[in-house]
Every structure is written in C-alpha cells, then in structure tokens.
Antibody, heavy 127, light 107 residues
C-alpha cells in the first residue's frame, strides 16, 4: 500500500524559499502511469493545485505560481520535492503531496486523479 | 484556467437523507471530473473519478454523474461518517482546478 509523507520546516521567513519533501513508501516514484503532485490549502480555504512531476522529470505548474515553483524528483531516494521562492504570508497553508494516477479514457485522452495523499504539513510564513 | 463552482456552499441534512451536490465548470470538460471528501484536519480522500467511476473501497451510496459542464455527487443515504466537506476537481487541462467545497453538516 503506497503511502506518502511530507517533511520540511513549519516556519519560513518572508522572501525566503519554502522547501518540502515527499517520501514515497510501499511503491516507486518510477512507476509508469503515475505522476507526483503538490497541492496546498490556505487556512479556511479550498484546495489549490501547485504542480506535478513525472519520474522522467517532465513537469506541469500552475500558471499563478510558475515563476516561483520548482518540483523535482530523486529516484534514488524515492522522493519528490517542492521549492517555492520569495514567499509571503499568502503562501501560508497546509501543503499536501499526492499521487496522480493516469488512466486511459475515450479518444486516447487520459483521466488524471489524485488517489493517494500525504497527511499534509503546515507551513507558516512569518518573521 | 477552468473555473469550478460548487453549490451549495453548505448544506444541512440528517442521517438517512439523500443529498446531491452540484459542480459546474466554466467550459466543457467532458467527463474529466473528480470528487473528494475532506474531514477537518485530514487530507482529501478520492471518492469518484472520471465523473462516475467509484474509487475502490468507497461505499456504493456515493455516486457521480454528469458530463460537459454540469456534474453531481449524490449520497443515497447519509451515514454519520459522511458529514464532511466535498470538493470537485477538473482534470481536463492543467492547472487541475478545484471547486471551493461544499460543507455537509448535521441537521
């Protein structure tokens, strides 16, 4: 059974870089048909997609965060990571990592859905 | 970005009730729609993918329908453990945007 676990600092100063790691257990980040994603949830608000990575290094980022976000993968450690630069108080949130499953659908398009989630880690941006 | 709008934002219901939550996309997304359940302080849990496919292990009282821009999540007979927030997400195109959530409360 695949499990994901986020780790990283819970407090980051404004203008600095937020760095989180997601460790995958019970499965491999190199498994085909799976992507590895980050989602966040500000206090009292809804979920916000940040981006995803495939083990080959192919990435997709939310346009609203693209200039500040980097998602990377370390296959040797079975981990993937998030870096968010120049943070402000608006980046305060619970950050989740999640596995994205790719499943073939009609007309050779693919369904994507987040089927396994980490428990989440709270990151506060404050001086 | 594709905007996802859920209604209602909150809903009060009783155990045993049949409940329907609606999600509308700002453009057609075919059947590329997922539903998640989230309880306070917990990570979201996948319920339905591809608009109507039940995720393994999810009780059959949950069902999804719709295509194009309008989708529904139905709980046929509410159980105590179903009181939570429900959220839709489109996977038609990145960024994979979420609805704002529907808070289902006990009446």
């Amino acid at each position: 059974q695949v499990q994901l676990q986020e780790s990283g600092p819970g407090l980051v100063k404004p203008s600095e870089t937020l760095s989180l790691t997601c460790t995958v257990s019970g499965g491999s980040v190199t498994s085909s048909s799976y992507y590895w994603s980050w989602i966040r949830q500000p206090p009292g608000k809804g979920l916000e997609y940040i981006g995803y990575i495939y083990y080959s290094g192919s990435t997709s980022y939310s346009p609203s965060l693209k200039s500040r976000v980097t998602v990377s993968v370390d296959t040797s450690k079975n981990q993937f990571s998030l870096k968010l630069t120049s943070v402000t108080a608006a980046d305060t949130a619970v950050y989740y990592c999640a596995r994205v499953r790719e499943e073939v659908g009609p007309s050779n398009r693919y369904y994507y859905y987040m089927d396994v989630w980490g428990k989440g880690t709270t990151v506060t941006v404050s001086s | 970005d594709i905007q996802m709008t859920q209604s209602p934002s909150s809903l009060s219901a009783s155990v045993g009730d049949r409940v329907t939550i609606t999600c509308r996309a700002s453009q057609s997304i075919s059947s590329y729609l997922n539903w998640y359940q989230q309880k306070p302080g917990k990570a979201p849990k996948l319920l339905i993918y591809a608009a109507s496919s039940l995720q393994s292990g999810v009780p059959s009282r949950f069902s999804g329908s719709g295509s194009g821009t309008d989708f529904t999540l139905t709980i046929s007979s509410l159980q105590p453990e179903d009181f939570a927030t429900y959220c839709c997400q489109q996977s038609y195109s990145t960024p994979y945007t979420f609805g704002q959530g529907t808070n289902l409360e006990i009446k």
